[in-house]
């Protein structure tokens, strides 16, 4: 399955939770009601990190980036390449 990296950056997140509303999986807020992006080790603290997934998990990891009002999620594959925002 095609790598990723989820970033967010906490400074421009507002805590609007829409984005683990969406896409709970790769999205939760912590204590400082920053989304941080959940895995191994956990870390709530995570603000980025490399996931792996699927086609399917794609899709929904992007609708989440697009429903961040502040636009502070950013997508990379594994060239380094921006997915998202575009
Ligand atoms: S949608 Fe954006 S502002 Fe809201 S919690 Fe997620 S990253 Fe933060």
Same mark, same amino acid.
């Given at each position: 399955? @095609?790598? %990723?990296?989820? *970033? =967010? ?10 984005? =683990?509303?969406?896409?709970? !999986?790769? %999205?939760?807020?912590?204590? $400082?009601? *920053?989304? +941080? =992006?959940?895995?191994?080790? @956990? ?7 490399? =996931?792996?997934?699927?086609? $399917?998990? *794609?899709? !929904? ?12 999620? %950013?997508? +990379? ?10």
């Amino acid at each position: 399955m @095609p790598k %990723f990296t989820i *970033k =967010v950056d906490p400074d421009l997140c507002i805590g609007a939770a829409s984005c =683990v509303t969406i896409d709970p !999986t790769h %999205f939760q807020l912590n204590a $400082e009601n *920053k989304a +941080y =992006v959940p895995g191994e080790p @956990p870390d709530d603290h995570a603000y980025e990190r490399v =996931v792996e997934i699927s086609e $399917e998990q *794609k899709d !929904t990891l992007i609708l989440a980036a697009q429903s961040c009002p502040t636009l502070a999620i %950013f997508i +990379y594959d594994e060239t380094g390449n921006q997915v998202y925002p575009a």
